[in-house]
């Protein structure tokens, strides 16, 4: 190697290179260092996140709130007119008393009444069933304390009326598979 071989790597050594041209090293310390793009980017992409975020919760606090107030308002509305299908059930039969009523002074004749009160009867059982309430067969069943209560225990019947229902005082009704009222019964003991 020559001396201007050595003075040439001895200075290329020296002088900080950047981008392919020499750095002064005194302008090099005072220019400030640049911040690489990706430092900011994944801040504003979280300040911009952290914004959707909020406005897409403030949306569904809102939803949330309206379907709680409608829900509210709807089971308000079942609850004030939630017998309105019984009653519309009901009305008809009260047409049919009033006519028979009205008729029964017409009249002296009880099977003529009777006739009438049994075909009132029979629509309102028919209206009642329409509405989802039939009523408990008691009539030589096994007494169950699900449907029956027991009013009355019947002595010296029998092995074979033992724990079953012997008479019927007053009859219980069930509404959709649900008892609305215990059959009064008495048993066989």
Do not use: W
């Not at 989802?132 to 009013?151: S, Y």
């Amino acid at each position: 190697m020559t001396e201007e071989e050595i003075k040439n790597t001895q200075e290329e050594e020296q002088e900080p290179v950047v981008n392919g041209s020499p750095v002064d090293e005194e302008t090099a310390n005072d220019a400030p260092a640049e911040e690489p793009a990706e430092e900011k980017d994944p801040l504003e992409a979280a300040k911009a996140e952290i914004e959707e975020l909020k406005t897409q919760m403030l949306y569904k606090t809102a939803e949330f709130d309206n379907y709680r107030k409608r829900t509210l308002k709807e089971k308000a509305e079942l609850i004030l007119n939630g017998g309105e299908k019984a009653v519309s059930a009901i009305l008809p039969i009260i047409d049919d008393m009033e006519r028979a009523i009205d008729n029964g002074a017409k009249t002296d004749d009880p099977a003529v009444l009777r006739e009438g009160m049994e075909l009132i009867y029979n629509k309102f059982m028919k209206a009642l069933e329409s509405l989802g309430v039939k009523k408990i067969d008691t009539a030589d069943t096994d007494f169950n304390t699900d449907q029956h209560e027991a009013v009355a225990m019947v002595p010296g019947m029998g092995d074979d009326k033992k724990g079953k229902v012997i008479d019927c005082l007053q009859a219980g009704y069930m509404l959709n598979d649900k008892v609305i009222r215990h059959a009064k019964v008495a048993v066989g003991q």
